[in-house]
């Protein structure tokens, strides 16, 4: 049997057709309506020596509408169910608030001590729709005194992606760069993460382009635990990356800002 047909007698947000807004709110409003006047009726019906019979149907009306009401409020109020433009505002949320939030955590020992480093978000021309970079990514740039690195952060619904370009002399420096970042990435690749170096060259400048990605087993955006799990995951590998950069004398601030080659 299928996970859908084991899952089908199983009340799911997934499976209730999307209503706008005040369609929810009119739906709630008449159960709560029902409700709280079953409640009063009864309430009536019990001090009424000729109505008391009806003391018992008014109350069970109550609780079936109050009942009603709770699933109601589940079904229509959960965000199991995302519409698209819900999912694009989530995205955004996940990019300039969550994403730079803990990006602004990281620490490198070998630049500054108990000091955090400073986090941008790379925004550009009103002009260009999104303001980001590329379809659904954004750019960062960190700095901490002398250190500074930039990186491509992308989530697409289910699907994280880190870009980071390290300016090299040529190709050869693949090799090395495998060699320096082996435990980083060799750690993430636990998690599921597929790592790829890249060499390319772009207006003359040459770099590697070191990009990772992974698939979550579910939706990230609208589950707050799987959210915060990977946002702190991929600020712990960046981490790992500035301090293994600074160690090793990689350079991490390209003049290209990194993103999909």
């Given at each position: ?80 169910q995302l519409s698209t433009d819900r999912l ?134 609208g589950n707050p635990a799987e959210q915060l ?33």
């Amino acid at each position: 049997m299928s996970e859908n047909n084991k899952s089908g007698g199983i009340l799911d947000a997934h499976q209730v057709i999307y209503l706008p807004k005040i369609g929810k709110w009119v739906i709630i409003g008449l159960l709560a309506i029902l409700a709280f006047s079953s409640c009063v009726w009864a309430f009536v019906f019990l001090f009424s020596p000729g109505s008391r019979d009806q003391v018992v149907p008014a109350l069970a009306i109550a609780q079936t509408a109050i009942g009603g009401l709770a699933v109601v409020m589940f079904v229509l109020l959960s965000e199991k169910q995302l519409s698209t433009d819900r999912l694009l505002k989530k995205t955004d949320e996940f990019l300039a608030i969550h994403a730079l939030d803990t990006l602004r955590r990281i620490e490198i020992p070998q630049i500054a001590k108990n000091q955090t480093v400073s986090v941008t978000l790379t925004e550009r021309s009103s002009q260009i729709h999104g303001h980001r970079k590329d379809i659904y990514g954004a750019n960062y740039t960190i700095a901490l005194r002398d250190f500074s690195m930039k990186l491509w952060i992308g989530i697409n619904v289910k699907r994280l992606s880190l870009i980071y370009f390290v300016k090299v002399q040529d190709e050869s420096a693949v090799e090395n760069l495998k060699q320096d970042f082996q435990y980083t990435f060799g750690g993430a690749e636990k998690v599921g993460y597929a790592t790829n170096f890249e060499y390319a060259e772009v207006d003359s400048e040459k770099f590697v382009s070191i990009w990772t990605t992974v698939f979550a087993d579910s939706a990230i955006l609208g589950n707050p635990a799987e959210q915060l799990f990977w946002i702190q995951d991929l600020a712990m590998m960046t981490q790992s990356v500035a301090r293994t950069a600074a160690r090793c004398g990689w350079n991490l601030c390209t003049l290209t800002d990194p993103a999909p080659l």
